[in-house]
């Protein structure tokens, strides 16, 4: 059973570039979170998809938007990026009961790096 | 939301102490997680665990939600056990669906 797969592993952009990530959940799974962590920090939550719709959404500007697609896999993007975005982007999946999620299992991380 | 503090922030252990980590939280919550980061940053679960007590190997958890704490008892440590320990809390039904990460306690063991 494939856990949660991220791509890419690494990426390294430039300032005022827009990036792309990609998330394929747990199989089984139906919901999928995303988080940005800079180093020496807890994962903060940026949003999260169920039934291709953006459910809940952290304290981050409209440039980090999602998609979620009909096979539960999901994309995060951030425009305009900033020096402040280089961060780890990890992507969790859980199932949902309403508006509960239940365990969240979590990938490997993107890694990206904006100079 | 949800506010979310672990004690203490680092500890330093030999091979073979125990220890305990604690997490409080400021609100009601759904569910709880507990969550190994290793050096590679892959975040691994350890416990699921909205109330009660659970145990795995050398590792449990308690969680007590009437008074809004957790806490992860690590026994008999290893080399391995090293890295950031976190947990992370789901908010009641106002906000729901959204983990909250602590700030994480750094656990070194050494050999």
């Known amino acids: 059973d494939a856990g949660v797969t991220q791509s890419p592993t690494h990426l390294i952009k430039t300032r005022g570039q827009q990036v792309t990530l990609r998330c394929s959940p747990k199989s089984g799974h139906d919901t999928v979170s995303w988080y940005q962590q800079a180093l020496g920090q807890g994962p903060q939550f940026i949003f999260q998809y169920y039934e291709e719709e953006e459910r809940q959404r952290g304290n981050f500007p409209d440039r980090f938007s999602g998609h979620q697609f009909p096979n539960y896999s999901s994309e995060l993007n951030v425009n305009a990026l900033l020096l402040g975005d280089s961060a780890l982007y990890l992507c969790?999946?859980?199932?949902?009961?309403?508006?509960?999620?239940?365990?969240?299992?979590f990938g490997p991380g993107t890694r990206l790096t904006v100079t | 939301g949800i506010q979310v503090e672990q004690s203490p922030p680092d500890l330093i252990l030999q091979e073979g102490a125990n220890s305990t980590l604690r997490c409080n939280f400021s609100d009601s919550v759904n569910n709880l997680q507990w969550f190994h980061q290793n050096p590679w940053g892959q975040l691994i679960n350890l416990f699921y665990?909205?109330?009660g007590t659970k145990q795995n190997g050398r590792l449990s958890a308690t969680t007590v939600a009437t008074e809004r704490y957790s806490l992860l008892y690590i026994s008999s440590s290893q080399t391995t056990d090293s890295g950031v320990y976190f947990c992370a809390p789901e908010g009641g039904y106002s906000s729901a669906s959204k983990i909250i990460f602590g700030s994480g306690t750094r656990l070194s063991i050494r050999p």
């Open positions: 969790a999946s859980s199932s949902s009961r309403g508006l509960t999620s239940y365990e969240q299992y």
């Open positions: 665990i909205p109330s």
